[in-house]
């Protein structure tokens, strides 16, 4: 009988969607389940983008360009431009969803047993995906109690070795939704003037920053050539299913070892690009409605979360993701235990686990990450759910 590979058995499941058979159960016995496990918003997708795709004329649904359409690519640059970063439509491969960006950027850059650090609690698929590249995540750890503050730059040097190729951030992050600071944001540029690494930039949610701005990995001085921009519109215009995003940088090395890649799948998606194309369009003010959507409902999450005896959550400067500590025992068994043997009122809600967003065993234990995309009616009901649910949690500390 032949086995799996290796890869196989160590690619973990998703912590954010592994308990979706529980509460497919749990919605069969008719209880309503608030879902705030994933980062999917409730805000509607832009009209136009619908429209563009509605009034498409062609008669055949062709393959486009390897890197993208070459006018999606030409219309991202002016994107950009918008948030002070200056590129060429040639620096842009436009990927299948920010995910193959990510997996394009280590397949381009790191060899197997190269390591990547990334400071923890991560999100979770970087774990999946530098085991389909063979690369070991080396994590270095922040904690609630600094609001999952970048650790101090001398934490990170600590870990380099001469297998280190990369430093992976997010920025805003998910799962904490904690905004690097400008300070910060150097600190990473002068780790990098001393060190050859590449520097990968998940910037997925630039759009939802409440606490300051968001800095750029591609604003940095004198590592241009060292930075990966990975990004996707799956968050910024509500498209996730779209699945498109795009592999941003000015190494011409590594743009020729992703259009390998990116020619291997043959190209991105032909109705997305298409939608996509026509979001840039949007009105310069179209994010300040949904941003204020978002900044709202973290102020109501955070509050409610807050005032529950034992909780603590940091208040998150960006995104829409939070974090926070229970007084419980596992938060993999609480998070099952909510779905398999809670409700209030008929409902109850559905979070994720923690420990699957760090690389260091053991910890999480204590924290969920829970995703802002409902409404604040929906929110509250939520919070009304986890806050009896905690009264009764057998594994209560």
């Not at 002016?78 to 995910?99: Q, R």
């Not at 959550?313 to 043997?341: H, K, N, T, V």
């Not at 995309?373 to 009264?391: F, G, H, P, R, T």
Request: hydrophobic share 40%; charged share 20%; proline share 7%.
């Amino acid at each position: 009988m032949p086995t799996i590979s290796q890869r196989g058995q160590l690619m973990p499941p998703s912590p954010i969607r592994k308990l979706v058979p529980f509460a497919e159960a749990a919605k069969k016995r008719g209880t309503k389940v608030f879902h705030l496990n994933i980062g999917q918003p409730d805000i509607a997708t832009p009209q136009s983008m619908m429209d563009a795709v509605r009034n498409i004329d062609f008669r055949v649904l062709e393959y486009s360009h390897s890197a993208g359409n070459e006018s999606y690519r030409q219309k991202l640059t002016e994107y950009y431009k918008t948030v002070g970063i200056n590129i060429t439509a040639s620096e842009i491969i436009v990927t299948t969803g920010g995910s193959e960006a990510i997996l394009f950027g280590m397949l381009a850059c790191l060899d197997p047993g190269d390591e990547v650090i990334i400071p923890e609690p991560f999100y979770a698929n970087y774990n999946g995906f530098a085991i389909a590249a063979g690369v070991k995540v080396v994590p270095v750890t922040s904690y609630i109690d600094t609001g999952f503050a970048l650790p101090p730059i001398s934490e990170l040097e600590k870990k380099i070795t001469p297998r280190t190729k990369a430093i992976i951030i997010c920025n805003p992050n998910n799962p904490t939704g904690y905004l690097y600071t400008a300070e910060e944001m150097e600190q990473l540029r002068d780790l990098l003037l001393r060190y050859p690494l590449f520097l990968f930039s998940d910037e997925a949610y630039r759009e939802f920053c409440y606490e300051g701005n968001q800095i750029s990995a591609m604003h940095l001085k004198g590592v241009e050539d060292q930075v990966i921009l990975m990004d996707t519109i799956s968050k910024r215009y509500s498209a996730c299913g779209a699945r498109l995003g795009a592999l941003v940088t000015k190494n011409k090395a590594v743009l020729d070892a992703a259009m390998k890649l990116a020619q291997a799948r043959l190209s991105p998606p032909s109705f997305a690009q298409i939608a996509a194309e026509a979001a840039i369009d949007l009105p310069a003010d179209y994010f300040e409605e949904t941003r204020k959507e978002y900044c709202n409902r973290r102020d109501l999450l955070v509050a409610r979360l807050n005032a529950m005896p034992g909780v603590y959550c940091p208040c998150p400067g960006g995104a829409f993701y939070a974090m926070a500590r229970l007084p419980i025992d596992d938060s993999d068994l609480f998070c099952q235990w909510l779905l398999e043997s809670f409700s209030h009122q008929g409902a109850t809600v559905m979070l994720a686990p923690a420990t699957g967003f760090y690389g260091t065993p053991g910890l999480g234990k204590q924290e969920v990450r829970l995703a802002y995309v409902l409404n604040s009616d929906s929110i509250n009901q939520a919070m009304d759910c986890l806050e009896k649910a905690l009264e009764v949690y057998p594994g209560r500390k």
